[in-house]
């Protein structure tokens, strides 16, 4: 009980410092049930300033702000319409990102110059307790851009230095970053997939929600961010079912069908159809590939058919990685 209690104070220390940090106009790291985010005040222009070169982000590409709280987002959102309303009370606190037409006031730095502002409540507990007394932070994932998000401590300090500060100590137990879903238009767009379901989105809201494939030619990305290359490691990752001949020394993900042919040094993880340990791990297994010095990541086709939740998350990652 007492190396308990110790541990809970030494964390609010930590969390108190965290804070301090950030009104002094710095950043801190912090673990949430996605993946690591990289905070600043939502409010400080320079800080956000310091997020973008410490990441080595596009200025086009714009952050989300975390709250600890659904009332904060009437300080950064015009409108908050029914729907979103209805999706705050039943997702929130979650691995939900909800994007609402923003206030003037909200710095154009942090939106990259769009009318819309991204929010999002996570539900992890250090995350909220740390946005409690910190107030609202823009927190893109906490790694270089392109690299694979961080969902360990370690992945942060090996990305961004052994200066920012790291709240947190655990794996994110998501592993994947949150759903994106724009309902500043006249129907809901989802943006990014994660591990939530649209099927439930829907049930929810009534209506369908429209895939950003679906949005017309010739309008703005929904999401910038979708754009830039994602979640590569320096190893090449493909696709391979199991009757491919693997490259020596590949590091092999697969889900239902293990491989018979293995070559020398080839690494084979066998998800056996955990398809959420699959997601947790995605980006510490590319990590670990560059670490071995692996050439290559093969990953087996995932289940074919409508995909939804932590498949279409997974699919959607990995297509990103793959560059197709
Ligand atoms: O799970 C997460 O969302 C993590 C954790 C730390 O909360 N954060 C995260 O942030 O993934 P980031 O910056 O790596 O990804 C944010 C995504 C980008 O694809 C960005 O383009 C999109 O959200 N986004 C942000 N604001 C937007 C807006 N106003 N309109 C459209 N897309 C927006
Ligand atoms: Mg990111």
């Known amino acids: 009980m007492k190396a308990e209690s110790t541990h809970e104070a030494t964390l609010r220390e930590e969390i108190k410092q965290a804070a301090a940090r950030i009104q002094q106009g710095d950043v801190v790291a912090f673990e949430t049930e996605t993946v690591y985010g990289l905070g600043a005040s939502a409010w400080d222009a320079d800080a956000i300033r310091k997020v973008f070169a ?115 100590r655990g794996a994110c137990s998501y592993g994947l970053e949150s759903t994106v879903l724009d309902l500043s238009a006249s129907s809901p767009i989802l943006c990014r997939p994660g591990h939530l379901s649209m099927e439930d989105f829907s049930t929810v809201l009534g209506e369908p929600i429209l895939s950003m494939t679906h949005a017309k030619d010739g309008q703005a990305p929904r999401s910038p961010g979708m754009k830039y290359t994602h979640y590569s490691p320096d190893a090449t990752v493909s696709w391979a079912s199991s009757d491919v001949t693997p490259p020596p020394r590949s590091l092999w993900l697969v889900h239902s069908d293990i491989p018979t042919k293995i070559a020398e040094g080839v690494e084979v993880i066998d998800y056996a159809g955990d398809f959420r340990k699959m997601a947790r791990e995605l980006y510490d297994r590319f990590r670990q590939a560059d670490h071995e010095a692996r050439p290559v990541v093969l990953i087996e086709p995932l289940p074919s058919g409508p995909r939804d939740g932590v498949l279409a998350a997974l699919a959607n990652r990995i297509n990103k990685a793959v560059g197709a």
């Open 54 to 168: 410490l990441k080595g982000r596009p200025a086009d590409n714009p952050l989300i702000v975390h709250v600890s709280h659904p009332d904060e987002i009437s300080q950064f959102a015009a409108d908050i319409p029914e729907r979103a309303v209805l999706l705050i009370n039943h997702f929130w606190p979650g691995p939900l990102t909800v994007i609402l037409p923003k206030k003037p006031a909200v710095l154009d730095i942090l939106t990259g110059g769009l009318d819309t502002v991204a929010l999002r409540m996570p539900a992890h507990p250090l995350a909220l307790a740390f946005l409690e007394e910190s107030g609202p932070l823009v927190a893109p994932s906490a790694n270089r851009s392109g690299r694979p998000s961080p969902t360990t401590r370690e992945h942060v300090l090996e990305d961004l230095g052994p200066e920012v500060m790291v709240l947190g």
